[in-house]
């Protein structure tokens, strides 16, 4: 199986929209996947993919998972760098830091 090597999460201070973050994976310190969404929904956070605009004014995914272990997968490691990016966002800061 592919191995996610790093998951960058950028954070959003928004607090008028559901979209929380963006991520960024990289597999296997070769291939990246940019844009992947982290937001709120009624039953709590999730994953979306990116998607790119069509001239009739549908969208479509760019890239996702073809399977639901997969996309599990994916969203157990977004999840959880975007969980550790909060905790670290919120982090009291140490004035003896350089």
């Known amino acids: 199986m592919v191995r996610i090597t790093e998951v960058r999460i950028h954070l959003l201070d928004r ?15 070769c291939f990246v996947v940019h844009g992947i969404k982290v937001v709120r929904g009624e039953k709590g956070l999730f994953i979306g993919m990116p998607r790119r605009s069509k001239q009739n004014g549908s969208s479509q995914d ?5 399977d639901n272990e997969t996309r599990r997968f994916l969203e157990q490691h977004v999840l959880e760098a975007y969980h550790q990016a909060l905790q670290e966002s919120q982090a009291p800061v140490d004035e003896d830091r350089p």
């Open 62 to 66: 760019i890239a996702h998972p073809i």
């Open 15 to 29: 607090e008028d929209t559901n979209l929380k973050a963006y991520a960024n994976i990289v597999f296997d310190d």
